[in-house]
């Protein structure tokens, strides 16, 4: 399966459209899970840029705490069954934290998506939560993937290693800088502390560079607009016995769009 991390705005999403059917034949991948919650201009997600990135064939999205920027999100929630907000948000938020992918003769695949506390708005503790879904995922899928959305490496090293032997792959977003501690933990769980981001990496996590370094001089909040230059598809490819659920192989992507300029 392929990980596709946090997609950011329209660069992001031409990134996907343009790269994804080509990866998907290149390296003969099954499913592919994707973090949409910068797609729509950066800031949260919309039903018509959700649309794009399922038509450019991604099988499920999950997303983190932009999940709010966009209105629309809530029709999402309540409606697309292949979207997955963090499951620790308080009982009664609309959506859902986890889901069972099928697709014909493809075994099924658990995937939950989970936000961290430590530097991040605080929701339920995300611990408690992984470990109660996660056996009821486990009802109906030996391959389970969790995107764990958190700032710290920590929390997401001792979430892996908690869940290790019980999940097929824990790969971290939100961060937008890709890790290189790839790894399989000792009881079969693929992970890597942050996939990166897909999108313009001429930029300061994908947003235009100077009004980032005005807002750190001047300590005044700026505008932050969506970069363009140097597009990159990032996240990792997991290879997993369908069997046991256990991994076999993690490799960090980090995939070049050719001339993002000439494609508008
Ligand atoms: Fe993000
Ligand atoms: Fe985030």
């Known amino acids: 399966m392929l990980f596709i991390a946090d997609i950011v705005g329209q660069p992001g999403r031409r990134a996907v459209k343009e790269l994804l059917p080509e990866l998907r034949r290149r390296l003969a ?10 797609a729509a201009g950066g800031s949260g997600i919309t039903v018509k840029t959700a649309d794009e990135i399922f038509a450019a064939g991604v099988d499920v999205m999950t997303s983190g705490d932009h999940l709010w920027d966009q209105k629309e999100v809530v029709g999402l929630l309540e409606n697309e069954k ?11 938020t609309p959506g859902q934290g986890s889901m069972i992918f099928r697709n014909g003769a493809l075994p099924p695949v658990g995937v939950m998506n989970l ?5 991040m708005p605080p929701l339920e503790n995300p611990f408690h939560a992984a470990l109660s879904e ?3 995922l486990r009802r109906g899928a030996k391959i389970i993937f969790v995107d764990f959305h958190a700032e710290a490496t920590s929390e997401k090293i001792a979430l892996g290693r908690m869940l290790d032997g019980r999940i097929s792959a824990l790969i971290g977003t939100h961060t937008h800088v890709q890790t290189s ?34 807002r750190f001089v001047t300590c005044q909040p700026q505008k ?25 192989k993690i490799q960090r992507v980090s995939e070049p769009l050719a001339d993002p300029e000439k494609n508008p």
């Open 115 to 119: 936000q961290g506390r430590t530097f």
């Open 82 to 92: 292949r979207f997955v907000r963090p499951l620790n948000y308080p009982a009664g």
């Open 29 to 38: 991948i099954d499913v592919v899970v994707a973090n949409g919650e910068n």
């Open 224 to 248: 932050f607009e969506v970069a363009s230059g140097r597009v990159l598809l990032q996240g990792a490819l997991v290879e997993i016995d369908e069997q046991s659920g256990k991994a076999l």
């Open 134 to 136: 996660v056996e009821k």
């Open 181 to 214: 501690d790839e790894q399989i933990f000792p009881g079969g769980t693929a992970f890597l502390s942050d996939g990166g981001f897909t999108g313009p990496h001429e930029s300061v996590l994908g947003r235009e560079i100077d009004a980032i370094i005005k």
